[in-house]
C-alpha cells in the first residue's frame, strides 16, 4: 500500500514541548508567505499567514516568522498538543491570485 | 456554510483508462483550482477557472488531462489515458477573491495500477 508522507521531512515533540518547523522559499515577489496543516484524508487548512513586509506575527499559540534576508520562514507551535500532528505546508500567495505549496514537514507527538 | 464537495473519495483503474472528478465549490465562489498531490509532496495547482473562463493552465498535461467549468459552479477534471504516475489526491479548491477565503475540498485519491 501506499502511505502519506513516506519521503517527508519528519519532526517528532513531546508532548508539551514547543515545536518549529522550518521552510525555504524561493520567490521574493510573493505577496504572503503561508502555513498550512493538512491532516490525513482531508485538505490543506489554513493556520497562519505573514505578509511580504512584516518580520514577525503572532496569532493563537503559533507565531510565523520571516527572514527575507536568507529566504527562511518558520512556525512555531507552542504547548504541541496531540491534535496538532499532521503535515505542514509552506506556501506562498502571488498576485496571480494563486498559491503555490512548498516543501513538507511531517510533526509526530510523543506523548 | 458548506465546504468544497468532491467526489467520489477513491478510484481505482488500471492504465490506460479513462476517470472524471466532481466538484462543488462553496457558493458564490468565483475561483476555482484544480491541485494536483502526488504522495510525499506539497499541492502542485493544475489550472485555475474564473467563473467559467481558464485563467491559468500552464502545469496542466493537455495531452492527456482536461478540465473544464461550464456553468461557472461545479467543474470536473479527466484523465485520458491514466498513466502510473497520475495517482495521486486531487484537491479542488475555491475562492471568494482574496486567498484567505482558499478553501480546499477533501480531494479525490486515484490509484492507477
Redesign the interface.
Known amino acids: 500500500g501506499e502511505n502519506v508522507g513516506l519521503h517527508l521531512p519528519t519532526l517528532s515533540v513531546q508532548e508539551g514541548d514547543n515545536s518549529i518547523i522550518n521552510c525555504a522559499y524561493s520567490n521574493s515577489a510573493s505577496d504572503y508567505f503561508i502555513w498550512y496543516k493538512q491532516e490525513s484524508g482531508k485538505g490543506p487548512q489554513f493556520i497562519i499567514d505573514i505578509r511580504s513586509n512584516m518580520d514577525k506575527r503572532q496569532g493563537q499559540r503559533v507565531t510565523v516568522l520571516l527572514n527575507k534576508t536568507v529566504k527562511h520562514l518558520s512556525l512555531q507551535i507552542a504547548a504541541t498538543q496531540p491534535g496538532d500532528s499532521a503535515v505542514y505546508f509552506c506556501a506562498e500567495y502571488s498576485s496571480a491570485s494563486k498559491i503555490i505549496f512548498g516543501s513538507g514537514t511531517r510533526l509526530s507527538i510523543r506523548p | 456554510e458548506a465546504g ?1 464537495a468532491q467526489s467520489p473519495r477513491y478510484k481505482i483503474i488500471e492504465k490506460r483508462q479513462s476517470v472524471a472528478f466532481w466538484c462543488n465549490p462553496i457558493s458564490g465562489h468565483a ?1 476555482l ?1 484544480w ?1 494536483q498531490q502526488i ?7 493544475l489550472i ?1 477557472f474564473q467563473n467559467n473562463g481558464v ?2 493552465d500552464s502545469q496542466l498535461p493537455k495531452d492527456r488531462f482536461s478540465a473544464e467549468r461550464l456553468k461557472g459552479v461545479d467543474s470536473t477534471l479527466k484523465i485520458q489515458p491514466a498513466k502510473l504516475e497520475d ?1 495521486a489526491v486531487y ?1 479542488c ?1 475555491s ?1 471568494s ?1 482574496a ?2 477565503g ?6 479525490t485519491r486515484l ?1 492507477v495500477v
Open positions: 468544497v475561483t483550482y491541485y504522495l510525499g509532496q506539497g499541492p502542485k495547482l485555475q485563467v491559468d495517482s484537491l479548491a475562492s477573491g486567498y484567505i482558499y478553501t480546499f475540498g477533501s480531494g490509484t
